[in-house]
C-alpha cells in the first residue's frame, strides 16, 4: 500500500509557536498533497506539491517532499488558535488512477 | 467555500432501514468519490465516478451502491442499514484527472441503532 503516515499523531502548542508534521509514503508518486479537517467537518486543500518540486509555500505554510525518503513535511509558522485542526498528508501514487490515498493524520491543538 | 453539498447533514435511524445519502456539486467535475472515515482515523475510498453512468468500488469494500445519472448528483445507498455502518461519510469532487485539488463536502454522520 502506498499510504501515508503522519507523525507526530497529536501535537499541541501554545499560539505563536512552529507546528512540524511529517508524512511518510511507500510508493512512487505524482504528487502529495496536504488537507485540514476541522472537527466534524469536511476536508479543506491546503497546498499540493508535485514529485519534481522540493519546496513550496503558501502563506504561513511550508511543505518539503523528499522523494528520496519517500516523506513530507508540513510546517505552520506563527499557529493561531484557528489551526487547530486535523492534517492529512494524501498521495496520488503511480497507478492509482488519480485517486488519494490518505494518512491517518495529525491531531493539532493550539492553545491561546 | 467547495461548492459541493450533502444531506443530511446528521442521521439516525434503525437496523435494515433503507437510505439515500445525498451529493451535488456545481464546479461542473467530473470525478466524484464517496469515502467512509470513522472518528479520528484516515478516510477510506468506498466509491469512485468518472463521469456519467461511471461507478467504480474503491479500496474499501462497501455494502453501500451508487449511482451517477447527472454530472452534478452522486447520491450513495444502502439498502439495509447495520449498526456496523456507522460511520462519517464525506463527498468530494475533482477534475476528470483528479491529479489535483479534491473538493470535499461537510459530510453526513450515520448512526445506526
Known amino acids: 500500500s502506498q499510504q501515508g503516515e503522519e507523525d507526530p499523531q497529536a501535537l499541541s502548542i501554545q499560539e505563536g509557536e512552529n507546528a512540524t508534521m511529517n508524512c511518510s509514503y511507500k510508493?512512487?508518486?505524482?504528487?502529495l498533497q496536504w488537507y485540514r479537517q476541522n472537527s466534524g467537518r469536511g476536508l479543506v486543500h491546503l497546498i499540493l506539491?508535485?514529485?519534481?518540486?522540493r519546496e513550496k509555500h503558501s502563506g504561513r505554510l511550508r511543505v518539503t517532499l523528499d522523494t528520496s525518503k519517500k516523506s513530507s513535511s508540513l510546517l505552520i509558522t506563527a499557529s493561531r488558535a484557528a489551526d487547530t485542526a486535523s492534517y492529512f498528508c494524501?498521495?496520488?501514487?503511480?497507478?492509482?488512477?488519480?485517486?488519494?490515498?490518505f494518512g491517518k493524520g495529525t491531531k493539532l491543538s493550539v492553545k491561546p | 467555500e467547495a461548492d459541493i453539498y450533502q444531506t443530511p447533514r446528521y442521521l439516525v435511524i434503525g437496523t435494515g432501514k433503507k437510505i439515500t445519502l445525498e451529493c451535488s456539486q456545481t464546479?461542473?467535475?467530473?470525478?466524484m468519490y464517496w469515502y467512509q472515515q470513522d472518528p479520528g482515523m484516515e478516510l477510506h475510498l468506498i466509491h469512485y465516478?468518472?463521469?456519467?453512468?461511471?461507478?467504480e468500488k474503491g479500496d474499501l469494500s462497501s455494502e453501500s451502491t451508487v449511482s451517477r445519472i447527472r454530472t452534478e448528483h452522486f447520491p450513495l445507498t444502502l439498502e439495509s442499514a447495520r449498526p456496523s455502518h456507522t460511520s462519517q461519510y464525506l463527498c468530494?469532487?475533482?477534475?476528470?484527472?483528479?491529479?489535483?485539488?479534491?473538493?470535499f463536502g461537510p459530510g453526513t454522520r450515520l448512526l445506526v441503532l
Open positions: 468530494a469532487s475533482s477534475d476528470l484527472m483528479g491529479r489535483e485539488t479534491q473538493y
Open positions: 510508493t512512487s508518486i505524482n504528487n
Open positions: 506539491i508535485r514529485s519534481n518540486e
Open positions: 494524501a498521495t496520488d501514487g503511480w497507478g492509482s488512477q488519480g485517486n488519494l490515498i
Open positions: 464546479m461542473g467535475h467530473d470525478k
Open positions: 465516478s468518472y463521469g456519467v453512468n461511471s461507478t
